[in-house]
């Protein structure tokens, strides 16, 4: 008997779709590479041409007949553009769906952090408000289920009232591969452009405050003038909200999928050090790519891995000594596999595995 799973892809839509966008992209790859044929897994969108990434997707796209803001509004009192035949209902992001489907439908949403409490100045007073109050919309909801990636989320809102039954943990996870890193030619020639050769020490991300890129500019200041060979610092990635000094960083912005892949594997560190976090995608996507890493204790995705240097995000000083001790790690075939390794659990299809556990 075929179940049909609907997931939201609505975020795709946004002006900035950001991790929560990675994250759709790669649970809509890891379904499809399950290969269930019992599967049907449908993309619900809102009215309006698709985007790049939302054709991209390997599902079938059902579009609403409202506005991304309209379903927005609308989605926490109606299930707008559910096809009745779903057994799944997965709100990807707070926006919703939170009904819908069939008789006895699953219905839940993946609740990523709850950075507009952790770091008020990551979101907008009205950004705030929404969110706490979706929150607030689920803690009423018992039956949604919460799917959450990142650690002690669940025990925080089990403190507030939540049930412990409704969490369920879900895996991130990294591209399989089939999209090849651009070659290195290819990459130096874009570095180039921007004046950089030779070594370089990477960030990748959204450009905001809360990502804390001015004390990692302090930081690799002070260690470069120890430690040439770590090059300059280049951020990649597009300007997020509120207003980032780069100072004398190097800002190639948002880059294709390839050259991304390929700065990770060429970089001679990469270094992501935010203040708050929900997971971080970027450093785990770094190891994946055999390069070493430092980072905050306050990254989720990487703060029990071994092979990640990690350091106080809120100490100029910490982060620049963990730059330090990075560069000094080795970099030969089996430093660089061990460092694949610690990651190779952290796939899209585990995290699709990890979703249909918490569905049934």
């Known amino acids: 008997m075929k179940r049909t799973i609907t997931i939201s892809v609505d975020q795709l839509y946004r002006a900035q779709p950001g991790g929560i966008g990675t994250y759709v992209r790669g649970l809509a790859s890891g379904l499809a590479a399950l290969d269930e044929s019992s599967l049907e897994v449908l993309g619900l969108a809102p009215r309006g041409s698709l985007p790049a990434d939302a054709k991209a997707l390997p599902l079938q796209i059902v579009t609403a007949s409202l506005s991304l803001r309209a379903l927005t509004r609308l989605w926490p009192f109606w299930p707008l553009g559910v096809p009745k035949r779903s057994n799944v209902v997965h709100a990807t992001s707070m926006a919703g769906p939170f009904g819908g489907g069939a008789r006895a439908a699953v219905h839940s949403v993946a609740l990523h952090d709850l950075l507009w409490r952790d770091e008020p100045a990551a979101a907008t007073r009205s950004g705030a408000r929404f969110h706490e109050a979706r929150l607030q919309l689920l803690a009423r909801r018992e039956d949604v289920r919460i799917f959450t990636s990142s650690p002690g989320l669940g025990e925080r809102l089990i403190a507030e009232g939540f049930e412990r039954s409704r969490f369920h943990s879900v ?157 000094d790690q080795p970099t030969d075939e089996v430093s660089n596999a061990r460092r694949r390794k610690s990651v190779a659990d952290l796939t899209w299809r585990n995290c699709a595995r990890d979703h249909l556990v918490g569905w049934q």
């Open 171 to 327: 895996r991130l996870g990294v591209d399989d591969d089939s999209t090849p890193p651009a070659s290195e030619k290819l990459v130096r020639e874009l570095l180039s452009r921007f004046g950089v050769s030779g070594s370089f020490t990477l960030y990748a991300g959204t450009r905001e405050p809360r990502k804390n890129i001015g004390a990692l500019i302090e930081a690799h200041r002070m260690a470069r003038s120890e430690r040439p060979e770590i090059g300059p610092l280049v951020l990649v990635g597009p300007a997020g909200w509120g207003a980032v000094a780069t100072l004398d960083a190097t800002v190639l912005g948002a880059v294709e999928r390839p050259l991304l892949k390929g700065l990770y594997r060429d970089a001679t560190l990469f270094a992501y050090v935010p203040r708050a976090e929900g997971w971080g995608l970027p450093p785990v996507e770094a190891l994946h790519a055999g390069t070493r890493v430092v980072a905050s204790s306050s990254t989720p995705s990487v703060v029990a891995n071994a092979e990640v240097v990690l350091v106080d995000a809120l100490d100029s000083s910490s982060i620049s000594e963990g730059l330090l001790r990075a560069v």
